[in-house]
């Protein structure tokens, strides 16, 4: 019986377009619609619900790292319908399932709204890093394989992905695409970094840069001739830059500076809105490409100027988080609360926001691509 109503409730979630599906003890199942959590007008959950839930879709394994750990994810089919990622845990004696939605298909750069003319050419680039961080939720799996698509479906290269788990599944296209997931295939992120240069791999993608090991595994491939992609959960590119270095003693921060500065290629940070003009959420972006000025204020400690060298660098494709957020509510897309939710500088965004109602200040410009410069 439980098989029979998982799979209800995974169609009400995949029907719906939700991005998530919740499943707690003393609340019916609940989905998250365009951000906003939504129950579902069935029973209220009993502990025995849930476990039967969780003993349908669990595998064996996942079902004893539950009992040993407390808490278990991985990845899994629904037929052809789509996939999901869940997360199952222990909380007040009950088991609970969190469970996220992976769109069955790849989407484009322009569907994403990612800057297409500045990703496209750093996902040309033959070495270096780039990172894409947000919160959680934030659509950063989505937005690298985007990435990871375009380099499959134009060049000839090796990708190796390293995820937990994996969620979109790549097929070999123009290029070889091997995904090694964390726990099935290889132990741990760390170890897999440090065999995959032993693979002959053009491009490398690590599901998470979580701990010091392997920052400095990407680090080194980067270093060695390889084009990495990574996520971090920070807010913005100032943000991320600190972060890898404070991950290190503080005896080593001036080297690790010095290999970012020569390695970093990008970071893209990210965060998902409600929309107000049609259903469906849209994407906020901070976009920084390291210029030469924008390694040497990493090499010289001096990040702090980061946000200035963005404010600058618009015909590189650069823009500030708050830049965005303004112009996607000056366009009508979100809302005035959700701007200064996310801002970096909320009283600054709500004093260009009043302005632009009063009609004092214009719409925002949109930053130009590289090679669309003003003649």
């Known amino acids: 019986m439980a098989t029979l109503h998982i799979d209800r409730l995974l169609e009400t979630c995949i029907k719906r377009d939700a991005s998530d599906l919740h499943l707690h003890v003393g609340r019916p199942p609940t989905l998250r619609l365009h951000g906003r959590l939504r129950p579902l007008e069935t029973?209220?959950?009993?502990?025995?619900?849930?476990?039967g839930l969780m003993?349908?879709?669990?595998?064996?394994?996942?079902?004893?790292e539950?009992?040993?750990?407390?808490?278990?994810?991985?990845g899994f089919a629904f037929g052809d319908a789509g996939r999901f990622r869940v997360s199952v845990f222990h909380q007040r004696g009950n088991i609970s399932l969190s469970l996220r939605l992976i769109p069955s298909r790849l989407f484009s750069f322009e569907e994403i709204g990612l800057p297409e003319a500045s990703v496209k050419a750093l996902c040309r680039r033959p070495r270096g890093i780039f990172l894409v961080t947000g919160p959680t939720g934030s659509g950063k799996t989505t937005t690298l394989a985007t990435m990871v698509n375009y380099i499959n479906e134009n060049f000839d290269k090796h990708i190796i992905t390293v995820e937990d788990p994996i969620e979109y599944y790549h097929p070999h296209k123009k290029s070889m695409v091997n995904q090694r997931e964390v726990g099935v295939d290889v132990p741990s992120f760390s170890e897999a970094l440090r065999r995959v240069l032993r693979m002959d791999?053009?491009?490398i993608l690590v599901g998470e840069l979580r701990d010091l090991e392997?920052?400095?595994s990407a680090l080194r491939a980067a270093e060695t001739g390889h084009l990495v992609f990574g996520t971090l959960h920070t807010t913005s590119a100032q943000g991320t830059v600190t972060r890898i270095v404070d991950q290190f003693p503080v005896n080593q921060q001036e080297q690790i500076r010095i290999q970012l500065a020569a390695t970093l290629i990008a970071v893209l940070c990210q965060a998902l809105l409600p929309r107000i003009d049609v259903r469906g959420r849209v994407a906020a972006f901070e976009f920084l490409v390291v210029t030469s000025a924008i390694a040497n204020l990493i090499r010289e400690n001096k990040v702090y100027r980061i946000p200035s060298s963005?404010?600058?660098g618009k015909k590189f494709g650069m823009q500030l988080l708050d830049e965005h957020?303004?112009?996607?509510?000056?366009?009508?897309k979100i809302d005035s609360e959700n701007v200064l939710d996310f801002a970096q500088s909320p009283a600054s965004v709500r004093d260009k926001m009043e302005a632009f109602k009063k009609g004092q200040i214009a719409m925002p410009e949109?930053?130009?691509a590289p090679g669309e410069e003003a003649a």
């Open 43 to 51: 029973k209220v959950l009993e502990p025995e619900d849930t476990v």
């Open 55 to 64: 003993k349908a879709i669990t595998p064996e394994r996942s079902q004893q």
């Open 66 to 74: 539950l009992q040993e750990e407390g808490g278990t994810d991985f």
């Open 201 to 203: 791999p053009d491009v």
């Open 214 to 216: 392997t920052i400095e």
């Open 310 to 312: 963005i404010q600058t």
């Open 325 to 332: 957020l303004f112009r996607l509510f000056a366009e009508g």
């Open 366 to 368: 949109e930053p130009i």
